[in-house]
């Protein structure tokens, strides 16, 4: 005959429930140390009370003891979520204000002058401009007139692609886009080419590096961040001083296209600039770039 099965004495299920409560505690004991470190940090931009003690929940949902029949709901697993995020950004906050703050400031401060500077020296170019093509003032004028109108319409876009990618990664893309869009202006047959690559698609390249820079500096800086963005600020009427009479000059001796390649060179160096501007962030939440997804 076929053994009916045996069903679990009252022992073993005494163990499991003993090995279910000494989960609990364990995991009760690991929220009272986090809290307390929380705690000793004295920051004053931290987590409010109640997100603190959403963490022990959050410990016991992401430890979850397996073979339980209970499963998480959704609003459990937001609970979690949003309880991560608020961790993450107590951590962060301890890493603001310190010496490195201060290089990635002075960065920002060189990737405005170098956005400044070519932004408004269009004017400098202009007569070359008009005499290399032979087109009515009206004409070329809407080249300088394109990089300055793109690089403040391009605001919207930096600030989406700074929330999803850094501002390391921007300042490179914009650095590289301003680059190369001044090599094909410097070959440019007609002023067709020169008004989308010199106007447009230098404009845009100068705006994803300026708005990257500015927004590098209020990661790095909390209590001194106005300090900091003014000293990133000023770098463009510093660019507007030193760029003119430098393209003044380059033009006196190497002409219009060669001028566009050294200026293509100079923009350049923002990769310095990026190279500076390490990414404070520890860890990026999950929930975050979703949600950036799903709203854009």
């Not at 029949?69 to 950004?89: A, F, N, P, Y």
């Not at 209590?223 to 003014?230: M, S």
């Not at 393209?247 to 190279?275: E, I, K, N």
Request: with cysteine; glycine share 8%; proline share 3%.
């Amino acid at each position: 005959m076929a053994e009916p099965p045996r069903r679990p004495d009252k022992w073993e299920t005494l163990t499991k429930d003993e090995s279910r409560e000494n989960f609990l505690d364990s995991t009760q004991t690991l929220d009272n140390s986090l809290q307390l470190q929380q705690h000793a940090t004295g920051d004053d931009d931290v987590c409010s009370c109640d997100e603190r003690e959403q963490v022990g929940e959050t410990l016991q949902l992401q430890q979850h003891a397996p073979g339980d029949d209970d499963v998480c709901s959704c609003d459990e697993r937001e609970q979690v979520q949003d309880t991560q995020v608020c961790v993450e950004h107590h951590q962060v906050q301890t890493k603001k204000d310190v010496g490195w703050s201060w290089v990635v400031a002075l960065a920002a401060h060189m990737t405005c002058s170098l956005v400044g500077g070519l932004v408004y020296t269009g004017g400098v170019l202009l007569d070359e401009f008009q005499s290399e093509f032979d087109q009515p003032r009206s004409t070329v004028s809407l080249a300088p007139s394109c990089q300055i109108g793109l690089y403040q319409i391009g605001g919207p876009l930096a600030s989406l692609l700074t929330n999803r990618f850094g501002s390391r990664v921007v300042i490179v893309i914009g650095t590289l886009t301003s680059s190369l869009a001044l090599m094909i202006a410097s070959w440019s047959p007609n002023s067709t080419v020169l008004i989308l690559t010199y106007g447009v698609l230098c404009g845009l390249g100068l705006s994803l590096m300026y708005l990257a820079g500015i927004v590098a500096v209020s990661t790095y800086f909390h209590d001194k961040r106005a300090v900091a963005t003014g000293l990133a600020t000023c770098g463009s009427g510093v660019g507007m001083v030193l760029f003119a009479p430098l393209t003044d000059t380059l033009l006196d001796h190497y002409g219009m296209r060669w001028t566009l390649m050294v200026l293509a060179s100079l923009v350049l160096h923002g990769l310095v600039s990026a190279a500076l501007v390490r990414p404070v962030f520890t860890a990026i939440s999950q929930r975050q770039s979703s949600a950036f997804i799903r709203f854009y």
